[in-house]
């Protein structure tokens, strides 16, 4: 059988996402499985090539895994023979110029989101990867999670008949780092590294829902930064000058109200770290990480208000589980396999940069909605190439015509100023 190698510069490894997500669970994954096989039989094999600021600790990682292809210059990294993808999973400030450096060189490039600091840079870099025709692809994998692969197929099943509103939980607490370690990287608390709730999870939510429920057509957000001061990695303390916390509503079309509160200062009563709750005529469902319930409006009891007598019904039980009725891998190898998939076979690959640039777009004017305390419409994306499409957001409109990059420069630096 024959065996093509695909050379990816893999750049950020020694951090959260970049080494465990991405090198272990996903381009280590598929060389354990064998590989993968393309509709002619040919196995693809990708050959990670790690890159960082350390090489001692990227030495030390490859030594681990039985890896030999390290460097700390990307320009050489990206220059050597049978590289075919870039793959960025740095802190965000830093993705855009590797990115372009990718271009640059004629790499197809596929990355963590946020794709860009702002919406005008992550067009910018689809723009330059469109001209340069190299494929490009942003991480979306909440998409590939079973709860919500099987929320998807209830709605697409049209099991909720009209779908009404959608309530989503996401959060947990993050130690401040004084007497116990923080379990995220400092710069996440930082707007001047990029970090901020916000920026970071609006651009998931701006996927989920545009692919699972319906496109987003504005947004009303409430950021907070209700720790003020946390202990970096360093031992010393630092200004949190970023939002931990968001409350957002989005409008969805079709008139569907979405609310999601986003949190790092939350402590979870919930079954899984993210939960959302879909309401519809026919029925509602709650889909998390793994687990899918739906309760049919047939089901449904009649609850009567009596604050005198406790409650009467165990109302979580009255719930039933989605079946799996599928086999789910690893949401961020699924994308992976598709992503090289679409570089060796052309593929179907619609998370490209420009669904890249709708997250970035909805974290800004989450952002601005907060800074202006009001609600700001979501206008469609100029879409240069024409190409992918997700979520119904299609038709190509004059961003700037509408005032979307005006908005473009709303990011990081405003997130340090709460709305008064
Ligand atoms: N898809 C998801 O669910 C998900 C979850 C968490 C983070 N992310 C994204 O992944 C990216 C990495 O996040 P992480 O949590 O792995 O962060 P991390 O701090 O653990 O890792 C960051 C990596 O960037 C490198 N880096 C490059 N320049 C740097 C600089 N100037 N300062 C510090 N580090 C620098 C570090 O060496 C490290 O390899 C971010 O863009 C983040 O938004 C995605």
Redesign the pocket.
């Known amino acids: 059988m024959a065996r093509r190698s695909i050379g990816i510069v893999m750049n950020?490894?020694?951090?959260?996402?970049?080494y465990r997500q991405h090198l272990l669970r996903s381009i280590l994954a598929i060389r354990e499985q064998g590989g993968l096989t393309t509709a002619d039989g040919t196995v693809l094999w990708p050959e990670p090539i790690l890159v960082?600021?350390s090489e001692a600790k990227l030495r030390a990682i490859a030594e681990r895994h039985g890896l030999t292809e390290w460097s700390t210059d990307l320009g050489a990294a990206l220059a050597r023979p049978g590289v075919e993808i870039y793959f960025d999973?740095?802190?965000?400030g830093?993705?855009a110029a590797a990115v372009r450096t990718a271009i640059e060189a004629g790499r197809h490039v596929y990355t963590?989101?946020?794709l860009a600091e702002d919406v005008e840079e992550a067009l910018e870099l689809a723009r330059l990867a469109d001209e340069a025709g190299v494929r490009h692809g942003v991480?979306q994998?909440k998409l590939f999670l079973p709860g919500l692969l099987k929320l998807k197929r209830l709605v697409d099943g049209g099991f909720f008949g009209r779908i009404l509103s959608v309530r989503g939980e996401f959060g947990y607490w993050v130690f401040e780092g004084d007497w116990q370690e923080a379990q995220?990287?400092s710069?996440n608390y930082r707007v001047e590294d990029g970090g901020g709730i916000i920026a970071?999870m609006f651009c998931?939510w701006r996927y989920v829902l545009d692919n699972v429920i319906a496109p987003v057509r504005s947004v009303q957000a409430l950021g907070a930064t209700h720790i003020p001061e946390r202990v970096g990695e360093d031992g010393k303390p630092y200004a949190a000058t970023a939002d931990d916390a968001a409350y957002g509503i989005f409008e969805l079309e079709g008139g569907i109200i979405a609310q999601i509160n986003s949190s790092w200062t939350t402590r979870v009563f919930r079954d899984e770290l993210v939960e959302f709750q879909v309401d519809g005529t026919e029925g509602s469902a709650v889909a998390g990480l793994r687990r899918c319930r739906v309760q049919h409006r047939s089901m449904t009891p009649k609850p009567v208000w009596n604050p005198d007598l406790p409650a009467t019904e165990d109302f979580r039980a009255q719930w039933q589980e989605v079946p799996d009725n599928a086999e789910f891998d690893n949401g961020f190898k699924a994308q992976w396999e598709l992503f090289l998939r679409h570089v060796a076979e052309d593929g179907a690959f619609p998370w490209d940069f420009y669904a890249g640039a709708r997250g970035v777009q909805l974290a800004e004017l989450g952002l601005r909605s907060w800074r202006e305390g009001r609600r700001v419409e979501v206008p469609e994306l100029a879409h240069a190439g024409g190409a992918a499409k997700a979520g119904g957001v299609s038709e190509p409109v004059k961003a700037r015509a509408n005032g979307a990059s005006e908005s473009v420069k709303a990011g990081a630096d405003e997130a340090s100023e709460p709305a008064k």
């Open positions: 950020g490894v020694t951090g959260r996402m970049g960082g600021r999973t740095q802190i965000t830093a993705r963590e989101k946020p991480v994998d995220r990287p710069w970071d998931h």
